[in-house]
């Protein structure tokens, strides 16, 4: 996994507009960092070495802009718990029913299955923006992690 440096950070908070605070370079750079999905909670026990002082409020509300910004966005899961995910290219979530665990699954030809799809079905005064797909299952043997052989 290539790791997202603090310059990458400050490009796109400047991009967007954002100002460049301490609290949102390192939510940032930690949640594009990581690959599981983590919730606030878990943000938070990692934020709080790198920002001293920092809250959980203040995590909540930084997420907040990050989403309303399109620079993270906010997955559901079934289990009701809140993850966040900074990867914003088009993806789908696998989800393990029995771990808890989200893995990203980027595939061109699903996506563009789904496109057509939704544009075939003539949906009037309506234009697609994105949609979200989550995948649930269970792995077959909790030894061994999610692999993902696309085309």
Do not use: C, W
């Not at 070495?49 to 966005?73: F, M, Q, R, W």
């Not at 029995?98 to 009037?124: H, R, W, Y």
């Amino acid at each position: 996994m290539n790791l997202v440096q603090k310059d990458t950070v400050l490009h796109l908070l400047k991009e967007s507009g954002l100002k460049a605070t301490p609290q949102r370079i390192y939510t940032l750079l930690t949640l594009r960092n990581s690959k599981d999905h983590p919730t606030a909670e878990k943000l938070y026990q990692e934020l709080m070495e790198l920002v001293p002082g920092i809250s959980l409020a203040t995590i909540y509300k930084t997420l907040d802009t990050l989403i309303e910004h399109h620079l993270a966005s906010k997955v559901n899961t079934v289990d009701g718990i809140n993850r966040f995910d900074a990867n914003m290219e088009h993806h789908f979530h696998l989800y393990d029913e029995e771990s808890g665990t989200l893995t990203d699954f980027s595939n061109s030809s699903l996506f563009e299955a789904l496109k057509s799809f939704i544009d075939s079905e003539k949906v009037e005064n309506f234009e697609l923006s994105s949609f979200s797909l989550q995948i649930n299952g269970r792995k077959k043997d909790s030894t061994k992690p999610v692999n993902i052989n696309s085309k």
